[in-house]
């Protein structure tokens, strides 16, 4: 395997001494890139681009030819699993993820297999191991999933939802049908992390997009329980380094130190809360990502460093710290303060790491 070339995001993962804050972006390869759009043109739909490992490659590479970004993220869905899982996704133009066969009952739930990663979810893998041999050791490759929650919400809907009425019905009414298709997902989800660590992973990334919907009761029981279950089930070390785990739960501010005590080595947070505050409640249990309101790269140059300057601020001095947004990049922000943004980080964080 060649040497990593710059390490830096997964030393701040694990606190060790770094020279300057290390930076990527959440949906760093996509819309926003008009390279991206040539490259989707080209496949046809964005599964034939997920599922053709060259074009996958291509659009994840993109984003580090602009910028100096210091991870490469996986070019491909958390809706991956469901749809191995028989659920039919779709893509209508302007309204998301769509699917099929949705979740209604117990007997749905019971049908549901657990994906081969190396069978129906072989051009995941497929992807990861040419992406990792198109890096070259340039930068870290991350892997990543859904959280059971998350992906469970977008079965029980049939596609994207603002009150989850749905889900929330399920849970309620039938919880232990819930908890059999969330207990499957978990179970999935450390079979196709662990698979992506063998092909060439060298850290993942779990997104809870929509734990933060949930009750703090009903977050312990429905999203953090099978996300916990998911870090102790995760390969954490291969090619002789330690393979961190990211946990990302949007608008899981105020549960951050349950999140902390799962064994997950960062926890991600988006802009609803201070940093500096995140920094205070964890100290040094683990690393922090996060966490600049992607809306803010609407803004002037000058007001894009001010805020990057506030956030590093906030963490403060030394290691543990891998900076983001506080999700994914809007697709239509200017490309060129995505590039402000990549070298405030850099240029502005030296000092914290003297
Ligand atoms: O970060 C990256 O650059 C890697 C690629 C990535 C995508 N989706 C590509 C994508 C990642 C990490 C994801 C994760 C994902 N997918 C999440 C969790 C993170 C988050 O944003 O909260 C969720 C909830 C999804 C589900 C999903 N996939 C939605 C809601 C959509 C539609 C979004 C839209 O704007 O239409 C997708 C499609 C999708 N996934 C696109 C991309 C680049 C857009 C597809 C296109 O090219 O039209």
Same mark, same amino acid.
């Given at each position: 395997?060649?040497?990593?070339?710059?390490?830096?995001?997964?030393?701040?993962?694990?606190?060790?001494?770094?020279?300057?804050?290390?930076?990527?972006?959440?949906?760093?390869?996509?819309?926003?890139?008009?390279?991206?759009?040539?490259?989707?043109?080209?496949?046809?739909?964005?599964?034939?681009?997920? %599922?053709?490992?060259?074009? /996958?490659?291509?659009? #994840? *590479?993109?984003? $580090?030819?602009?910028?100096?970004? =210091?991870?490469? @993220?996986?070019?491909?869905?958390?809706?991956?699993?469901?749809?191995?899982?028989?659920?039919?996704?779709?893509?209508?133009?302007?309204?998301?993820?769509?699917?099929?066969?949705?979740?209604?009952?117990?007997?749905?739930?019971?049908?549901?297999?657990?994906?081969?990663?190396?069978?129906?979810?072989?051009?995941?893998?497929?992807?990861?191991?040419?992406?990792?041999?198109?890096?070259?050791?340039?930068?870290?490759?991350?892997?990543?999933?859904?959280?059971?929650?998350?992906?469970?919400?977008?079965?029980?809907?049939?596609?994207?939802?603002?009150?989850?009425?749905?889900? %929330?019905?399920?849970?309620? /009414?039938?919880?232990? #049908? *819930?908890?059999? $298709?969330?207990?499957?997902?978990? =179970?999935?989800? @450390?079979?196709?992390?662990?698979?992506?660590?063998?092909?060439?992973?060298?850290?993942?990334?779990?997104?809870?997009?929509?734990?933060?919907?949930?009750?703090?009761?009903?977050?312990?029981?429905?999203?953090?329980?099978?996300?916990?279950?998911?870090?102790?089930?995760?390969?954490?070390?291969?090619?002789?380094?330690?393979?961190?785990?990211?946990?990302?739960?949007?608008?899981?501010?105020?549960?951050?130190?349950?999140?902390?005590?799962?064994?997950?080595?960062?926890?991600?947070?988006?802009?609803?809360?201070?940093?500096?505050?995140?920094?205070?409640?964890?100290?040094? %249990?683990?690393?922090?990502?996060?966490?600049?309101?992607?809306?803010?790269?609407?803004?002037?140059?000058?007001?894009?460093?001010?805020?990057?300057?506030?956030?590093?601020?906030?963490?403060?001095?030394?290691?543990?710290?891998?900076?983001?947004?506080?999700?994914?990049?809007?697709?239509?922000?200017?490309?060129?303060?995505?590039?402000?943004?990549?070298?405030?980080?850099?240029?502005?964080?030296?000092?914290?790491?003297?």
């Amino acid at each position: 395997m060649t040497e990593l070339k710059n390490d830096r995001y997964l030393r701040a993962l694990l606190k060790e001494p770094v020279d300057y804050t290390p930076v990527w972006m959440m949906r760093q390869a996509g819309r926003y890139l008009p390279e991206y759009k040539a490259t989707r043109a080209q496949a046809g739909d964005f599964m034939s681009l997920c %599922k053709n490992a060259e074009l /996958a490659c291509e659009v #994840t *590479l993109q984003p $580090l030819r602009r910028y100096d970004l =210091d991870a490469a @993220i996986l070019f491909s869905d958390i809706l991956t699993i469901p749809d191995a899982m028989g659920l039919g996704l779709y893509f209508e133009t302007g309204e998301g993820p769509k699917f099929e066969r949705p979740i209604t009952c117990k007997a749905d739930v019971e049908k549901i297999g657990l994906p081969d990663p190396e069978g129906e979810l072989q051009y995941v893998m497929n992807a990861v191991r040419t992406i990792r041999k198109g890096l070259d050791g340039q930068v870290p490759l991350i892997g990543f999933s859904g959280s059971p929650w998350t992906l469970a919400t977008y079965m029980v809907e049939g596609g994207s939802s603002k009150a989850f009425t749905k889900i %929330k019905k399920m849970m309620y /009414a039938d919880p232990q #049908t *819930l908890h059999l $298709l969330l207990d499957k997902l978990a =179970d999935s989800v @450390i079979e196709y992390l662990n698979a992506q660590i063998k092909a060439g992973a060298q850290s993942v990334m779990v997104f809870d997009t929509w734990g933060g919907v949930l009750t703090p009761r009903d977050y312990n029981d429905f999203s953090l329980q099978y996300m916990h279950k998911i870090v102790d089930g995760l390969v954490r070390e291969n090619e002789g380094r330690r393979v961190p785990v990211t946990l990302f739960t949007k608008n899981g501010g105020m549960w951050l130190e349950k999140i902390a005590a799962t064994g997950c080595d960062g926890v991600g947070l988006d802009w609803t809360i201070d940093m500096a505050e995140a920094k205070r409640r964890i100290g040094d %249990k683990v690393a922090l990502q996060g966490n600049m309101d992607p809306s803010m790269l609407y803004a002037s140059p000058e007001r894009i460093r001010e805020e990057v300057a506030t956030i590093l601020e906030g963490f403060g001095t030394g290691s543990g710290h891998v900076f983001n947004l506080g999700h994914g990049i809007h697709l239509d922000v200017p490309p060129e303060n995505a590039g402000v943004f990549v070298d405030a980080v850099h240029e502005l964080s030296r000092p914290y790491h003297k």
